[in-house]
Structures are given as C-alpha cells and as structure tokens.
C-alpha cells in the first residue's frame, strides 16, 4: 500500500543548480498534482496533469517544469534553483470524476533548501 | 490573493471539549469544500468534504458545516482526543476536474490531555 512516493526527502542546492523531484503513485490515478508549501500561505498549486501526455500550470509555475509519460510517474524539475524555491513540496494524486469528494492522497513532501 | 482563508493559525482544547475551527472564502464559484489534517514530517490526510448542495456533513466525531450565503465553512470535532492535534487545512475548488483546488494557510489544533 505504497501510494504516493516521493524523493528525496531532504535537499539542500545551491543558487543555480537544478534537479528533479519524484513522484509516484500505485493507486492508477489519472489526476496528480505538485504543491508548495510556505509558512502562512497554506499550499499553493505549481503544476497538475489530469493524464499521461497532459500538463498544465498552476497558480506558481514559473522555474519549473513537468511532465507526464506514464500514469504512475510525475517528476517536477527545478532549472534553476534560487533561494525563493526553499519550500516544503507536496505531490498529490487522485481519480477524477465521482471520486473528487474524497479528496487527493497526499505523499509525506520532500524539503528542499537552496542555499 | 488568498482566496481560502483560515485567521486563527492555532487552537488549542481540552480533551472531550468540541474543537471548531474556521474557514472564509471569497470565490463565490467554489462549489466544494475538503478539510485536511497534516502531522509532522507527513502529507497531508483528507479528512472530510462538502458539495455546495449540502449544509453539513457529517463522519463520526468530525462535521462540516457549510454557509454559503456567508462564504464560511467550519469544521467540528467533538470529543476532541489528543490525536486530533495537527495542523487542519481547509481547501475550495470551483470544478469537478481537481484542477483548481485552493488551499487556506492551516491551524493548528493542541488538544490537552
């Protein structure tokens, strides 16, 4: 009962270098999603797909980038890190349609700190 | 521009009491309503969730209470145990398709043995 995996737990980066943050599920959701979170603004929505092939911006897209090959994997790529990007990052999967009420399934976040 | 928002960013209960915690949107096309509960160094957990057809909702000790005239939903727990201590996020979306789905800051909720 993996659900959503994320790695690496814990990064530290400095000021221009980028990486890859990964993500995946086993539950064969079609929709899954990337947050940040930051002290006092709750979570903030960078990048969604809604299925392999499809991706869109959300809400704070610039200085990453995404994309959907499989159902199961939803890397989020940061090209260039700054200080901004030090945040706590959530990946999050869900069924659309009927199941939306129950809500996303969260994994445990990944820290990242550029320096 | 926070379009979910929760003013109190901690609360804290004795055990048994009823915990209330808050909620305000601005978006009148927010349909639907979810409450999550994050523990430390964990993803957030989804908790429970309202359609805008509906005034309240409830799953065992946990009810949401929906004012749509008012923008304000509420979460109550009741008994409140110490394992309900954690930080409570409310969450609004306008679509059915998850894409758009926002986020207040949280509260965090102690509740004394």
């Known amino acids: 009962n993996a659900g959503v995996t994320q790695t690496p737990k814990f990064q530290v980066l400095k000021t221009g270098q980028s990486m890859t943050l990964q993500c995946a599920q086993d539950?064969?959701?079609?929709?899954m999603s990337w947050y940040r979170q930051d002290p006092g603004m709750g979570l903030r929505l960078i990048h969604y797909s809604v299925g392999a092939g499809i991706t869109d911006q959300g809400e704070v897209p610039n200085g990453y980038n995404v994309s959907r090959s499989t159902t199961e994997d939803f890397p989020l790529r940061l090209l260039s890190a700054a200080p901004s990007q030090t945040s706590v990052y959530f990946c999050?999967?869900?069924?659309?349609?009927?199941?939306?009420?129950?809500?996303?399934?969260f994994g445990s976040g990944t820290r990242l700190t550029v320096v | 521009d926070q379009q979910v928002k929760q003013n109190s960013p901690s609360l804290s209960v004795q055990e048994g009491r009823i915990s209330i915690l808050n909620c305000d949107y601005t978006n009148s096309m927010f349909d639907y309503f979810l409450w999550y509960k994050k523990y430390p160094a964990e993803g957030p957990t989804f908790l429970i969730s309202i359609s805008s057809i509906k005034d309240k909702n409830e799953d065992g000790r946990f009810t949401v209470f929906l004012n749509k005239s008012a923008k304000h939903l509420s979460l109550h727990i009741v008994p409140s145990q110490p394992g309900d201590s954690a930080v409570y996020f409310c969450a609004a979306s306008a679509s059915y398709n998850n894409n758009d789905m926002r986020f207040g800051a949280g509260t965090r909720l102690t509740v004394k043995p």
């Open positions: 539950m064969n959701h079609e929709y």
């Open positions: 999050a999967s869900s069924s659309t349609g009927t199941d939306f009420l129950g809500g996303y399934t």
